[in-house]
């Protein structure tokens, strides 16, 4: 998630797009990411580039790439859209893409980026998550069983205070820095002209590139990258809810998809007409005269048309208040003996 | 009874007979891919590049059950399936196309993106379908088609007839709506390559790489359903998906500033094979004479044969590329087709399309304002009709007594009005009209506005960017310069082919105007902290000297004397009952 607006702060599209990079590249497909960005920095007219999100400078890696999908762009990242996500409390007209369609058995990572203060992450500049509400939306997510694990991963300013309050079983967090200290952006790019990266995760990004599905890394890697001598920030974890040993722990349990493959050595045969289903289209019926395709600008019917009917709506108060009082000033004028009058 | 049984049985046994027969027949291809592009180049040197990729399917997608799909892709086909949609198109667009200096747009889209949906006429909800519809694209396209709802969907009753096969067009089974604040990049160019059969990887569409698209001056990407004609007695329907993406590439821009292109300038990248899943596959290029002169432009390697073609009421030459033939890859394995100007280009030859618009927004301040468009006629001695529609949001409030329409110095009387008012937070304005513009003429419509304060709350995260009013729509029937022919479509290339023509005399054209961008009275979000403090200690201030001036009085008070250990004495000496000290 990447919840800040504004060109200058392109450093934090290019932070959730590098991690997005990182778990497709360990076989996570598009179908299990929900990806959300604040705004369109690819194809802002300030970006010299169009189309490209550079992580490095001098333009090493775009981390935009060619197959990106996001699900939730632009005014949608709200912070009642991310926690509807997260719980699954969501309208029922919505894509799957934009759903969190996780069980007892997932494991999810969430990673958030933006401008943070102490105990708050800001959505767009104009509203704010507290770590409360999002501890209580883990809780949800604990309460309906919609994960195995899961693990949390934020790269703001003070961004500590935003797990200090979870209570929900098997959560394992990691945090950019301290309550108290800001993170730190990496290097800018002169073309570009702003900030690129942010340390914290300009350092897990290079970790990450180290990774491929099969290897066996442990999460007590991950606890040390980027030292306090590179990032300035000290980077904080918070294992005490998590019930196995971060040792034991792998990158890929929450970084890759690796899929169960059962080979077989017998070959299966697949009958050709089992279905038909080439076969099963019902004979059409053909229409008795030929269709026509319609006039693009009937000028004549057009003129003619009649005027649509307006619906029938019951009077407003304004009209009906109006007649009570006229029909109230002649009742009191002329008295009630009248009304036989009247009818 | 038990030999009528035996009979019927045996009637049934012989009807199944031929099953394996027909499941032969029923194998032979009923869908059909073909890939176009068009390179025109542009009277100021830019090039305009428009794919078209046409899948065919000659099954009826709403009644018997469709589950197989081969070319045509199943997201779309289920979605017309199951919301009883007849026609559907959707395109996406960034950038503005100049009328002006490039001439007529093969087909153009509003800045943002339009969709447009008529329903078949035996759905009951049009409104529950089309909220439906939208936010099924928005998870297909990744925009954020979920934000069309009532406040910006409106119901033509003029323009925007069905470009498919048609029987009665009740209006309200029509639903419009423009989003021009949506953004259009990488994102949703890739789920739009995925609908195609061969992907990106094979035939015209390995030219479609970002970086290169979105480098450019104008580019969208559309997709249109419709319903069209099996055979040329049009008995029977077929279902058309046609993709279309147009990109303008910019002269300056590119580099060099020389005006001469290639596909590899352009794309960066050539044509290497073609889509095994293709039936036809060819790159048309626009060599047409201008003022009737011999050749400007020379294209190179040679093409495989030459078309002309009467496109937009006037004659047109192209210059053919034919993928599927084998001569074309001979001599090299890749194509890359170049255009050089002959001799170079004045800007005084630059043809005026007969009919182009512009709008903008007049007045100043932040209360009240005015939107004016200026319609041009080029034609020197034919008039006609153009309908105009302008959908403008509810919170700039139009008053129609103010609209003004002047041709040529006098008040020009609309044929037809369909003018529906906007309420506030839940339907936007509507304007159709049926305008008759004289020949060589500027016809000027202008109509006022209030700007509405908004609601706190309804204010986006970044309000002071703007408010956006999305294109105005105008269709005409243009007088051509070359009588057209009835001509067969499956014959004919892909951009001729998809307004359906009724004479020649004259050809339908649909333009947008310029996207608006108002200013409303914004609050100054970052304040309210600082307002309550500050208006707090005046009214603290104020009120409380006032307060105290009225009610303050002033009496004598006994010193007090002692200090703490003094009052705890008193203190005892109270509980005991004795008087204090």
């Given at each position: 998630v990447c919840t800040s607006r504004f060109w200058f702060n392109y450093r934090h599209v290019a932070n959730t797009l590098s991690v997005y990079r990182s778990v497709k590249r360990l076989g996570i497909p598009d179908s299990h990411i929900v990806l959300m960005l604040a705004d369109d920095m690819a194809c802002n007219p300030r970006n010299p580039k169009p189309a490209t999100v550079f992580s490095h400078k001098n333009m090493e890696l775009n981390v935009y790439g060619d197959d990106v999908e996001v699900d939730y762009r632009s005014y949608e990242v709200t912070v009642e859209n991310f926690l509807r996500v997260l719980t699954g409390r969501i309208p029922p007209s919505t894509p799957r893409s934009k759903r969190l369609l996780s069980d007892d058995r997932s494991n999810i990572l969430i990673y958030m980026t933006g401008h943070g203060g102490n105990g708050f992450l800001k959505f767009q500049d104009s509203e704010e998550i507290t770590n409360v509400e999002l501890a209580d939306a883990f809780e949800q997510m604990w309460q309906k069983r919609r994960y195995n694990e899961l693990l949390f991963i934020i790269d703001t300013c003070q961004g500590a205070s935003m797990y200090e309050r979870f209570y929900s079983p098997n959560i394992m967090a990691l945090a950019s820095s301290q309550v108290g200290e800001d993170s730190l952006s990496h290097q800018p790019d002169l073309a570009i002209g702003v900030h690129l990266m942010d340390r914290y995760t300009f350092y897990v990004l290079e970790f990450l590139e180290e990774i491929?599905?099969?290897?066996?890394?442990?999460?007590?890697?991950?606890?040390?990258?980027?030292?306090?001598?590179?990032?300035?920030?000290?980077?904080?974890?918070?294992?005490?809810?998590?019930?196995?040993?971060?040792?034991?722990?792998?990158?890929?349990d929450f970084f890759g998809s690796v899929r169960k493959v059962?080979?077989?050595?017998?070959?299966?045969?697949?009958?050709?007409?089992?279905?038909?289903?080439?076969?099963?289209?019902?004979?059409?019926?053909?229409?008795?005269?030929?269709?026509k395709y319609a006039e693009q600008l009937p000028v004549a019917q057009i003129i003619h048309q009649k005027p649509k009917q307006k619906d029938w709506h019951p009077p407003g108060g304004f009209i009906l208040g109006l007649w009570a009082l006229i029909i109230m000033v002649f009742f009191k004028t002329y008295g009630i003996k009248h009304m036989k009058h009247v009818f | 009874g038990g030999m009528a049984a035996a009979l019927l049985l045996l009637l049934l046994l012989v009807a199944a007979g031929p099953g394996p027969g027909r499941a032969d027949a029923g194998r032979e291809r009923r869908d059909a891919l073909r890939e176009e592009l068009l390179l025109s180049p542009l009277p100021t040197g830019d090039v305009a590049a428009t794919f078209q990729f046409r899948t065919r399917w000659d099954a009826d997608l709403q009644r018997g059950a469709v589950s197989h799909y081969r070319l045509f892709p199943k997201a779309l086909g289920r979605l017309v399936a199951a919301l009883g949609v007849r026609e559907l198109h959707l395109a996406l667009t960034q950038g503005f196309w100049r009328t002006r200096f490039w001439g007529q747009p093969p087909l153009q889209a509003p800045a943002g993106a339009e969709l447009w949906v008529w329903f078949q006429p035996t759905v009951t909800d049009v409104d529950k379908a089309w909220k439906e519809l939208s936010n099924i694209l928005s998870g297909i396209f990744c925009a954020s088609l979920n934000f069309i709802d009532s406040t910006n969907t409106v119901i033509p009753t003029a323009s925007f007839k069905p470009l498919g096969l048609a029987n009665g067009t009740d209006h309200h089974l029509l639903r419009y709506a423009v989003l021009p604040r949506e953004v259009v990049c990488t994102e949703n160019l890739t789920p739009w390559k995925k609908l195609l059969p061969c992907g990106s990887k094979a035939g015209l569409a390995v030219l479609l790489k970002a970086e290169r698209l979105f480098h450019s001056s104008y580019h969208s990407q559309a997709v249109h359903i419709r319903p069209i004609c099996r055979d040329a007695s049009c008995l029977a329907v077929s279902w058309e998906l046609r993709q279309t993406l147009t990109v303008v590439f910019d002269f300056f821009s590119s580099g060099q500033g020389k005006k001469d292109w290639s596909l590899f300038k352009m794309f960066s990248r050539t044509l290497t094979d073609t889509c095994p899943l293709a039936s036809q596959s060819k790159v048309y290029v626009d060599i047409s004479p201008k003022n009737k002169e011999k050749e400007l432009l020379e294209?190179?390697?040679?093409?495989?044969?030459?078309?002309?073609?009467?496109?937009?009421?006037?004659k047109k030459t192209y210059a053919v590329y034919d993928l599927l033939s084998p001569l074309l890859f001979n001599t090299s394995r890749s194509l890359n087709v170049?255009?050089?100007?002959?001799?170079?280009?004045?800007?005084?030859?630059?043809?005026?399309?007969?009919?182009?618009?512009?709008?903008?927004?007049?007045?100043?301040?932040?209360?009240?304002?005015?939107?004016?468009?200026?319609?041009?006629?080029?034609?020197?001695y034919r008039a006609f009709p153009v309908v105009l529609l302008e959908t403008v949001p509810w919170y700039l409030r139009l008053y129609v007594h103010t609209l003004t329409i002047i041709t040529k110095g006098k008040e020009n009387k609309p044929s037809y009005i369909h003018y529906q008012p906007a309420q506030d937070r839940r339907r936007p304005h509507l304007l159709?009209?049926?305008?008759?513009?004289?020949?060589?003429?500027?016809?000027?419509?202008?109509?006022?506005?209030?700007?509405?304060?908004?609601?706190?709350?309804?204010?986006?995260?970044?309000?002071?960017?703007?408010?956006y009013v999305g294109s105005s729509v105008l269709s005409a029937l243009v007088p051509?310069?070359?009588?057209?022919?009835?001509?067969?479509?499956?014959?004919?290339?892909?951009?001729?082919?998809?307004?359906?023509?009724?004479?020649?005399?004259?050809?339908?054209?649909?333009?947008?105007?310029?996207?608006?961008?108002v200013n409303l009275p914004t609050p100054d979000f970052s304040m309210p902290y600082n307002v309550i403090c500050l208006t707090c200690t005046v009214v603290a201030v104020c009120y409380g000297s006032f307060y105290n001036l009225l009610t303050r009085t002033f009496h004598v008070e006994e010193p007090s004397r002692g200090g703490l250990a003094k009052r705890l004495a008193n203190l005892i000496r109270k509980f005991r009952g004795v008087p204090p000290l």
């Open positions: 491929h599905p099969a290897s066996q890394t442990n999460m007590n890697d991950l606890f040390q990258v980027c030292p306090k001598s590179l990032c300035v920030s000290t980077p904080g974890h918070r294992t005490d809810l998590f019930q196995r040993d971060p040792q034991n722990v792998l990158i890929t059962e080979i077989t050595t017998e070959t299966l045969s697949l009958d050709r007409d089992a279905a038909g289903f080439e076969s099963k289209f019902p004979e059409e019926e053909l229409a008795t005269e030929p269709l | 294209v190179s390697p040679p093409p495989t044969s030459v078309h002309e073609a009467i496109v937009q009421g006037d170049q255009l050089k100007w002959k001799r170079p280009q004045d800007s005084s030859e630059m043809p005026v399309p007969t009919l182009h618009a512009q709008r903008y927004v007049g007045g100043y301040g932040l209360q009240t304002g005015e939107i004016c468009t200026l319609i041009h006629n080029t034609h020197p159709e009209m049926l305008i008759q513009l004289p020949a060589n003429s500027v016809t000027k419509i202008t109509i006022q506005f209030e700007r509405a304060l908004l609601k706190w709350t309804e204010y986006p995260p970044d309000p002071n960017h703007g408010f051509s310069v070359t009588a057209m022919k009835d001509t067969d479509v499956e014959q004919s290339p892909l951009f001729t082919s998809l307004f359906p023509s009724s004479d020649g005399s004259s050809y339908f054209v649909r333009l947008y105007t310029e996207p608006l961008l």
